[in-house]
Structure formats: structure tokens, C-alpha cells
């Protein structure tokens, strides 16, 4: 059984950064990714990290500012997020997939198989 918890959300002015933390425990880790849900809205793919190779792959929103990382060592998974802006305001969850995924199915959230209990990131105006 793997569990996942995040830590680091909160509040930040529009272009500030914040940086978010999802430890696992267990092992076995295929792909690790990071979505979020705005209130009224689905939950959306943000990015992804194959946890052997270090390979990432972001939704074209977040591309240039946001940065998906790992330290196997800690089973920790992390997220820079930089030039934050309003729209990124959302709760931000974590997910573990236990096989390697494929770019054209990191987004299909029926492919994860262990998910966080989600962190808030408010940006203001």
C-alpha cells in the first residue's frame, strides 16, 4: 500500500513561487504526477515524472514555469511552481501510477493508482 501526502501550498502574490513537496512511502514507483481542481472545474493533468528516468512531461500551460522533480532517496516528489498566476489558483494533488506511463495517457486519471489528499494554492491579483 502506498501513501502520498503533500505539503508547501498556501497563499502567494500573482508572479511569486511556491514549492510543492508529496512524500511517498513504499516502492515500486512507475510514474509520479501532480494535477489540480479549481472550484466548478474537473480535475486537470498538470505533469508527470518517471520515476526511473527522471523523464518529465507538463500541460502546455505550466511549460516554462513550472518544474516536476524527484529525489529517490526521499521517495519525495516536487513541484517549483514559478510566475504563478490567478488561473493556477487550485487544489493541487499528487498521484502514483505503479507502471511507467506514456505522455498521450499521463492526463486519463484512471490510470493513477494512489492519490494525495490535495494542498491548496491561492494566487491573488
Known amino acids: 500500500q502506498v501513501q502520498l501526502v503533500e505539503s508547501g501550498g498556501g497563499l502567494v502574490q500573482a508572479g511569486g513561487s511556491l514549492r510543492l513537496s508529496c512524500a511517498a512511502s513504499?516502492?515500486?514507483?512507475?510514474?509520479m504526477g501532480w494535477f489540480r481542481q479549481a472550484p466548478g472545474k474537473e480535475r486537470e493533468f498538470v505533469a508527470i515524472?518517471?520515476?526511473?528516468?527522471?523523464?518529465?512531461y507538463y500541460t502546455d500551460s505550466v511549460k516554462g514555469r513550472f518544474t516536476i522533480s524527484r529525489d529517490n532517496a526521499k521517495n519525495t516528489m516536487y513541484l517549483q511552481m514559478n510566475s504563478l498566476k490567478p488561473e493556477d489558483t487550485a487544489v493541487y494533488y499528487c498521484?502514483?501510477?505503479?507502471?511507467?506511463?506514456?505522455?498521450?495517457?499521463?492526463?486519463?486519471?484512471?490510470?493513477?493508482?494512489?492519490w494525495g489528499q490535495g494542498t491548496q494554492v491561492t494566487v491573488s491579483s
Open positions: 498521484a502514483l501510477a505503479r507502471s511507467r506511463m506514456y505522455r498521450w495517457e499521463s492526463a486519463n486519471r484512471r490510470k493513477y493508482d494512489y
Open positions: 513504499g516502492s515500486s514507483f512507475g510514474t
Open positions: 515524472i518517471t520515476w526511473s528516468t527522471g523523464d518529465t
